[in-house]
């Protein structure tokens, strides 16, 4: 450990992790009454019922009293929050699960199905880029379900406006085996060498560069594997080079907490946070999660997304719903969700500031076009020229 004169480390080693000092920190108990708007704490967890966190946060004032308490649960507590009936009408659940349970069948006819980063290939069905294969097939599925309110609620607290969404979706079958534990992108999916290169700023910056989040397509009893968490880890600061380390596999084996889902919950997390996904030890649960990875208008997303692609395909869901009466909030989520919400990186000779110090993002014209209702060739003419000009 290098310090600076104030004694904070400068630079993290893997002679810095410390599982004495890891104990300390996730040992602790989550203290319900400092997180007065969760219904109550489950195995260290906080665990909010849905229908209240509406209630709260239907005033600016009271969504930013709800957003800051969750600002703190997954920073300074237990850094895992579940979300009970985070969608409430289970057709809205079911259509989705239905496209992609047809994204996997067609991945697995061509040859293309993939695994995943912490498991044994052929575990589980992945489909990586959810997000712009079910907008391009499936537009009004993906309307109704990147509307939510809750999704766009725990993205824009942790992350703030112009979040990126992505989203993977992973099936774990009958005997599909756990994942080994380990903390997420970025500095997650190094290895510890690189990691190592990086200041200890940067280990603490990464977490908020990114939300990870999971919506469960079906009850997922523990016997079915859903995630294993070990609360309160995301504040260990050498945890990215720790995880890997057998002393701390073995603690998290020993000490990881699971939770049952039923349809419909959702729950977010901070990437920093110990976790797996579990072992799947049913006869017949074929356990069903969206995988979120939602992410900073300042970092960038793990996936390459096609929004130009995506944008073109709402467009049309997004103008009939608004004819039909969709609130202007329900339109922005479906807006947030789908195009690139920041106007940079950009080739400011072609596409200078606008009455500020930044031209119009995608997002920008992409509601652009549904408040003034444009043809759909304009917003494909406006958005390949938008892109033209971003180019160098």
Known sequence: MSPTDAGAPIWLSEDDCDLDAFRSLVEQSTEGQLYPAAERVEQNVLIYAGDRIRELAVTPRGRREVQAELVRALLDGPGVVVLKGAFTDPAVVDSASDAFNSLIEEERSSGTARGDHFAEPGANDRVWNALDKVAVR???????????????????????????????????????????????????????????????????????????????????????????????????????????????????????????????????????LFHAAGHNRSADIKRMANLLQVSSAFGRAMESVDREAMAVALFPVLLRRKAEGASESWLRRVVAATAEGYPFPTNLDLDPPVEGLAPPSQADTLWQAVAEGWAPARLRQELQAGAKRRRS
């Open 138 to 272: 499936a537009p009004e599925v993906f309307a109704d379900y990147y509307a939510n309110d809750l999704l766009a609620l725990a993205s824009e607290a942790w992350l703030g406006p112009a979040y990126q969404v992505t989203s993977q979706i992973n099936v774990v079958n009958p005997g599909g085996a756990a994942q080994s534990a380990h903390r997420d992108y970025h500095l997650g999916f190094l290895s510890n060498d690189v990691a190592a290169a990086y200041p200890a700023h940067v280990h603490r910056l990464s977490p908020v560069l990114t939300l990870q989040g999971a919506v469960a397509h079906c009850d997922m009893p523990v016997e079915s594997g859903p995630t294993l968490y070990l609360p309160h880890s995301q504040k260990y600061e050498p945890g990215y080079l720790a995880w890997r380390r057998p002393e701390f596999i073995a603690y998290f084996e020993e000490h990881h907490v699971q939770l049952p889902l039923e349809k419909g919950d959702a729950v977010f997390f901070n990437p920093a």
